[in-house]
């Protein structure tokens, strides 16, 4: 493993970032501007006559020995830093209570943290720790795909065990860290870029991981979308499943454009960047059909609304919806909120199965969809 570059920034400055990230995604316009997840040109064919019990739809699925109520992620947002601690212990009341799974954020500052003592147990920061709250949950540990070049499968191993969780999820965020300043609120100079663009030799990077972690390997993208050459590449490297994070929802070249005045006029121009959620999800299952990967996981996100989004992208052809942002103020506001939202979003989706005359998981698909 290399040893990080000599600019990069410290576990303050990174933690500084995960703050500001918590509070613009809360209270930021940070949106596309004119793109959108394309599912609001999709439309259910509802039935008046769904001839059957709302109470006898089953939308439980089983996933690496873990039950799912119904397919639904809260996906991975938080942790590290004080605020993320709450954040994220809601969630986890939330997703235990209602059957759903769970993603933590990246714990980049646990690996980070740990330093040179890679052989002691990794520090207890706030935010990864959840397992006593949602002892059920697939739970879902997280790293930047980047990351690779500084830590190896051991490293990667520590972290889902100090998490507790079921698989890692690695996010590959290449224009977040392009665009991405220094430390909030400096002047950067022009080129002095905070993020990590190394990009070069991931997919062996993922490979290797793959094959050495005894846990299953997701890979996601953050909310520009992986497209079909991305899902055919990790296909290949051997991944277990793949989240396509689509376009439509929250933008991270925005998130970080306004932490630094720089960062922003770099970032005007990615404010419709990426594949749209309804295209990634679409051609991300043709992917897997074609290489006859059933077993491999396919989740959709990016910018996913309210359950009937959720139906919507499992139609066409997502095994788990993911949603973030959209669940990040109930997070925040305490257990009870997040489970709140959390019971509204798997309602929502429940009654609209039913509505659309679906009983099961395996009832979604395609033909349940029109096209606008
Ligand atoms: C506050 C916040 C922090 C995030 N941090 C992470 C992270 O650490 N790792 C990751 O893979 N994705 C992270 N994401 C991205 C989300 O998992 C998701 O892919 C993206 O926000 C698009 O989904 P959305 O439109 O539902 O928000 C974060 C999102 C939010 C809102």
């Not at 003592?117 to 959840?130: A, E, I, K, N, Y």
């Not at 499968?153 to 996010?171: M, S």
């Not at 074609?290 to 309210?306: Q, Y």
Request: charged fraction near 20%; charge should be negative; aromatic fraction near 2%.
């Amino acid at each position: 493993m290399t040893e990080p570059p000599a600019s990069a920034p410290s576990p303050e400055e990174n933690a500084q970032r995960k703050r500001d990230h918590l509070r613009l995604s809360l209270a930021g316009d940070i949106g596309f501007a004119t793109t959108t997840t394309g599912l609001e040109r999709l439309r259910v064919r509802a039935r008046a006559l769904p001839e059957r019990e709302l109470r006898d739809v089953d939308l439980s699925t089983e996933l690496w020995g873990r039950r799912l109520a119904v397919p639904l992620l809260i996906s991975c947002m938080t942790g590290g830093v004080s605020e993320a601690g709450p954040v994220n212990r809601a969630l986890a009341v939330a997703a235990q209570q209602h059957g759903v799974a769970l993603g933590l954020g990246s714990g980049r500052l646990l690996l980070d943290r740990a330093g040179g003592r890679r052989s002691m147990q990794l520090d207890r920061l706030p935010g990864f720790h959840v397992r006593d709250v949602a002892p059920d949950v697939l739970l879902l540990a997280n790293l930047g795909a980047v990351q690779l070049h500084q830590y190896g499968p051991a490293d990667c191993a520590r972290l889902v065990g100090q998490c507790g969780a079921d698989a890692l999820v690695l996010h590959l965020n290449a224009v977040q860290e392009a665009v991405q300043a220094g430390t909030a609120g400096s002047s950067s100079p022009p080129g002095a870029r905070g993020g990590d663009t190394d990009f070069a030799g991931l997919t062996e990077r993922i490979a290797r991981l793959c094959e050495a972690l005894p846990a299953p390997v997701i890979a996601k993208e953050v909310g520009f979308g992986l497209g079909p050459a991305d899902v055919a590449d990790l296909l290949d490297a051997g991944v277990a499943g793949v989240d396509v994070a689509g376009a439509g929802g929250t933008n991270w070249a925005r998130v970080e454009g306004l932490r630094d005045d720089r960062a922003g006029r770099v970032a005007a121009a990615f404010a419709d960047w990426g594949w749209p959620t309804a295209d990634a999800v679409r051609e991300a299952r043709g992917i897997l059909d074609r290489h006859v990967r059933d077993d491999v996981l396919l989740i959709g996100s990016g910018g996913l609304l309210h359950g009937v989004d959720a139906l919507k992208v499992l139609c066409l052809g997502a095994d788990v919806a993911g949603v973030a942002r959209g669940l990040l103020a109930a997070g925040a506001a305490g257990p009870a909120a997040a489970v709140e939202a959390v019971g509204v979003l798997s309602e929502q989706l429940r009654i609209a199965a039913w509505a659309a005359g679906a009983r099961s998981v395996a009832d979604l698909g395609p033909a349940l969809l029109i096209s606008a």
